[in-house]
């Protein structure tokens, strides 16, 4: 690698982003899905261009900071999967008033306060709970969903969208048996849903989440929307899920050497915390917040032997290894590290370098 | 509170800070110890003025652009208390030329290229392990520590300050009688190492960190400087340890309660790991993220009862209680939460605002 890096820096490799996206956006036409990516991975208008290019333009964020964000640079349609934030009514009035913003509800408390206060209208999702037992109305309590309906069509300024479902219990599932089995469920539930509302969800569109559920699944069969996120980048979580390979993940971190324990098998980075997010995942018993790989002129290399950051205080992180991997570094060099969570990892570094030493910017 | 807050915000309580503060130098004044309290906690400028109102002139840092931070505001003493950066000469040779600059080394590598590049002198600490295990040199190894500091003596440009201890495996004890254990280990070591090395270490500095050591040992001999940095605000983590006790914490986070699940007893809030991080501790054998407590006119105050934040998702927190929690509470309503990591959640948030409405920046 050609750039002069001297402190932890997040690269971005296009190379592998742009086929991820490519690869989701086929996916959604072949199911005659609404492609609505999440942008909360990315929060950068840069990339939000690159889907821009290739005909995109829905998109899903997860604040009302970000969509403001995103509305001030172009983006007309745009979904806040987040619950309705009622003290910041001065901002969904704003955009409200600008684009076409959908918002989620559920509960009629905020419905009623949503109606009286604003001026323009908005479109409504109702959060439907499938399983992830996070938030949102249970899928099996059609009685309440169905009040929230007619609560929710009594008013003018209000359209009923649909139902928006986030499966973040696939979070948990480890393999494609393990997704399938919770989509299924997922779908199970919102087809008997259907059943007991025919009226109310005849012209819902039902948005359904998440990046693991789309990687895995191919065929879609009674949702109208797709609106995973993370997939843009991906990261080590995502491959330990299932989701992705190794070589389709679009970040790695590049992080100064500051210290070589032969003694110990570990080499000290600067890079911890405050770069990586404390975000984990376990392989054979031990914490890891990254994968080592090897930074290259074009991007980086794999590894045979898998060498991990085991663990991160504010700005150290201990890279866990052998002689063999000490052998290969000295005090002074760069390491690459696959972050385990790109989102949080992507929050903290504020940026991004392209492979060519480009500076992509973000929220 | 008064305060109009719409967004998760990081509210900072001066009255609880400042006898923190106080607290700690007049320790350091009592054992006759430099005070060099960490900055890394709170980054800024307006914080580290008020120790400088009480008197304190040296402050520590875990990063380079920290330290310019510092410098380019009036501090000039300052020790990076991390591995030194090669890759950043230029920022060293920049601080050198304009600051009393203390790096940490443990190579002989690293004192080569100093000594080398550098056209300002620096001091020099080398960095030992008494038992943490992150980095340094082995406190156990004199003979390495002999040869380093005969090392760094052939060199004009580079001045022998001393030696630096940072036990962080104090983060891991719970209680007094644990810290304490861990502080006569380490005396134990730096007394034998006295022993072995009386002429390279006759003159020298023997500085140590960590907030539960200087929380909890009240006479310290054998040690000249002591540098915790936690202390200013603690947190839930240090309230653990044992630390602190929950009243001395002067920081916590407001957030909007947007959801509420009386049938799973639970308050959903905007406030996430974005906004706290992921750091966590485990009470009674479930991962907490926060305390809650009652904003109030002045601050906040604690519950009889204590609720904690059980999960975090990237903008979205669970807390778990029971309906007398629910009852107290509407969606729209502030909530307090007391951070389980000042540090990390401080560093997410940017900057704070008091109690009666000021912000106050950071780096």
């Known amino acids: 690698m050609q750039l002069k890096i001297t402190e932890p820096t997040l690269l971005l490799d296009k190379t592998k982003v742009m086929p991820n996206i490519e690869k989701m956006l086929t996916k959604s036409r072949q199911n005659q899905l609404v492609f609505r990516p999440h942008f909360?991975?990315?929060q950068s208008i840069e990339i939000a261009s690159w889907y821009k290019d290739l005909g995109v333009s829905k998109c899903t964020v997860s604040s009302l900071k970000m969509a403001q964000y995103f509305a001030e640079n172009g983006w007309i349609d745009i979904t806040v999967a987040f619950p309705t934030n009622i003290l910041e009514m001065d901002k969904i009035q704003r955009l409200a008033s600008s684009i076409n913003l959908n918002l989620l509800v559920e509960s009629v408390d905020v419905v009623d306060i949503l109606a009286k206060e604003l001026k323009d209208s908005v479109s409504i999702f109702i959060k439907i709970d499938a399983g992830y037992n996070r938030t949102g109305i249970k899928a099996e309590n059609s009685i309440a969903i169905r009040q929230l309906v007619h609560h929710i069509k009594q008013y003018s300024n209000l359209e009923?969208?649909?139902?928006?479902?986030?499966d973040g219990h696939t979070y948990a599932a480890r393999g494609k048996e393990e997704i399938r089995s919770i989509y299924n469920?997922?779908?199970?539930?919102?087809?008997?849903?259907r059943e007991n509302l025919v009226e109310e969800l005849a012209d819902a569109t039902i948005s359904l989440g998440d990046t693991p559920t789309f990687s895995v699944i191919?065929?879609?069969?009674g949702f109208h929307e797709m609106r995973p996120g993370n997939f843009v980048f991906?990261?080590?979580m995502q491959w330990q899920i299932g989701s992705c390979s190794l070589k389709e993940i679009a970040v790695c971190m590049a992080c100064p050497i500051v210290a070589k324990h032969n003694e110990r098998d570990t080499l000290i980075i600067y890079g911890g915390s405050v770069h990586f997010s404390k975000d984990r995942i376990i392989i054979d018993g031990k914490n890891v917040f990254g994968l080592l790989v090897k930074l290259t002129e074009t991007g980086w290399q794999?590894?045979?032997?898998?060498?991990?950051?085991t663990s991160v205080s504010q700005e150290?992180?201990?890279?866990?290894?052998?002689?063999?991997?000490?052998?290969?570094?000295s005090i002074g060099d760069l390491v690459g590290i696959i972050p385990v969570h790109s989102c949080l990892t992507a929050d903290l570094m504020k940026s991004y370098q392209t492979i060519d030493g480009k500076i992509i910017s973000r929220l």
């Open 40 to 42: 909360k991975t990315h």
């Open 160 to 166: 009923f969208e649909g139902l928006l479902i986030h």
């Open 185 to 193: 469920t997922t779908l199970g539930k919102i087809n008997k849903l």
């Open 218 to 221: 191919d065929i879609f069969e």
């Open 234 to 236: 991906y990261d080590l």
């Open 302 to 309: 794999f590894f045979e032997k898998s060498y991990y950051l």
């Open 316 to 329: 150290h992180g201990i890279l866990e290894g052998d002689s063999e991997m000490l052998n290969q570094f």
